[in-house]
């Protein structure tokens, strides 16, 4: 069997190892950080006691991410993954919207809940539906999608501002992690039309019922076989001779493979493989903050909740109504603001969304700004995704920013994993069938 060697741990080098190993070849994987996961991972809450493991923020997948669904399959983590069918719209002054599939077939199944939304008039529900019906048409036709941004989109289709703000805004700007201004209108529309038009339950947003790195915890890794985790061990060099990888050089010595994966951020690309020819100028982060508050009372008896009109998006509830993580997309409004600041702002906004929280004492608060949270999904972005071949033979590019058709996602990073897997089975001379396709 082959030897493969995969440089780092996040989703995407994860997702290849376990389907290469699965295959039967010896893979190990080379992971810099103390723990596997990478930007979807966990750790201890800073002055929890007892020690309290949370997530660097809350990491949901709808059911259309059906690469990342087979990789917790062959994780033997998919029970850990629980779906909820119903969101909840929820007003400054605490008015609940329910929305959720009714009786009609796709992709008319949300009519009856979206004509009982309260929070857009009759005019503006009427110039969604007209720009939804034109997004089923155009989605293949159009060939501009890509260099214009989704709000150039909706102003042709002539969204109200109000509808823009409310529905479309609320729904791409978390989905994609970017303003619907700075948003390639592919994106906009691939997302839209796959969670929300593509089939029945494909909306239905799953919400880990544990931490992130139990997903994937070094104790479950060790039961996967043929797999090897090196965690704490950074590659500092990819050795390039003759137009193939010889070596990769790390802290803790230097390894070789038959097949090299590389599954790095595309910030650390220039100098660990400086051979790669790689144009990543127009690559850049979008950052989303979390802020994670501890109440001394319960303040929402509500699982989760999308919140109209403020900074923070969303809210999940993480235990008893008590504990609270609250995540603002395409954060750079808070990128200056201390901590507290944005506690503060957080604490005053959910206070308008949730009475109770006016009466609740804060008991403790963690903020994680992450300014590199997911690459900037910009007009375009997608011609510039480097595939998943190199000019080296024994070399395939795996990543979430590698072009994968998805945005920057957990569903994009396992594609990318699972298409480097099957170019390196390729390579090795026994071609293997791995990635699931879009179920649209
Ligand atoms: C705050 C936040 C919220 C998010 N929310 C969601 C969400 O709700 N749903 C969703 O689908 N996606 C979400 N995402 C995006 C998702 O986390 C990423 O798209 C995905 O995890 C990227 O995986 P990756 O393996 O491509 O990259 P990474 O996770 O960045 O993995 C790269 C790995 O390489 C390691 N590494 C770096 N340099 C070296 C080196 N020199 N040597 C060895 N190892 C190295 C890193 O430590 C890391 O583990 C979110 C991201 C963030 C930050």
Redesign the pocket.
């Known amino acids: 069997m082959s030897q493969i060697l995969v ?7 994860l997702s290849s190892a376990i389907a290469l190993a699965q295959k039967g070849h010896e893979v190990t994987i ?4 103390p723990y596997p996961g ?3 991972s966990s750790y201890s809450a800073p002055h929890s006691e007892p020690p309290e493991t949370i997530d ?6 709808l059911k259309c991410c059906v690469n990342l669904i087979d990789f917790y399959d062959r994780l033997g983590v998919r029970d850990q993954i629980r779906f909820h069918d119903e969101f909840y719209f929820v007003e400054p002054g605490g008015h609940i919207s329910l929305f959720r599939k009714g009786a009609l077939p796709p992709p008319f199944h949300f009519t009856e809940s979206f004509a009982g939304l309260e929070f857009l008039n009759l005019g503006e529900k009427l110039s969604i539906g007209r720009a939804i019906l034109a997004l089923r048409r155009q989605r293949k036709s159009r060939r501009d999608l890509d260099s214009i941004t989704m709000l150039d989109w909706l102003r042709e289709q002539r969204q109200k501002p109000r509808a823009i703000e409310r529905f479309w805004r609320q729904i791409l700007v978390s989905a994609i992690n970017e303003e619907l201004d700075r948003m390639s209108a592919a994106h906009g529309f691939q997302v839209f039309y796959l969670g929300f038009l593509a089939a029945a339950d494909t909306y239905e947003m799953g919400i880990p019922q544990v931490p992130l790195s139990h997903l994937y915890s070094e104790e479950i890794w060790s039961r996967v076989p043929n797999a090897t985790l090196r965690l704490r ?3 500092r060099r990819v050795q390039v001779e003759d137009g193939k990888v010889v070596s990769v050089v790390t802290d803790s010595g230097t390894f070789t493979a038959d097949h090299y994966i590389s ?3 595309f910030h ?1 690309m220039p100098s ?1 493989i400086p051979d790669l020819p790689l144009d990543l100028s127009l690559f850049e982060y979008s950052p ?1 903050t ?1 802020i994670h508050l501890w109440f001394d009372r319960p303040v929402t008896i509500l699982p989760h909740a999308t919140l109209l009109d403020r900074t923070i998006h969303w809210m999940y509830n993480k235990g008893q109504g008590r504990y609270l993580l609250l995540v603002a997309s395409a954060s750079r409004s808070l990128t200056d603001k201390s901590r507290q600041e944005v506690v503060d702002l957080a604490v005053e906004e959910l206070g308008e969304f949730m009475p109770a929280v006016r009466q609740a004492k804060v008991v403790r608060s963690h903020v994680a700004k ?1 300014q590199r ?2 690459f900037s999904a910009k007009p375009g972005l997608e011609a510039a995704r480097p595939g998943v071949a190199t000019p080296f033979a024994n070399l395939s590019l795996a ?2 920013w590698t072009r994968t058709g998805w945005p ?6 396992v594609r ?1 994993g699972y298409l480097a897997a099957e170019h390196a089975t390729t390579a090795l001379g026994q071609p293997a069938r791995i990635l699931f396709p879009d179920i649209a």
Do not use: F, K, W
């Open positions: 440089l780092g741990g996040g989703v995407a080098g080379l992971e810099s950080r990478g930007r979807a660097n923020c809350q990491h949901i997948l061990t950074p590659v599954a790095l951020p650390v660990v989303i979390g992450e949270a997911t990543g979430d920057s996602t957990m569903e994009g990073a990318s």
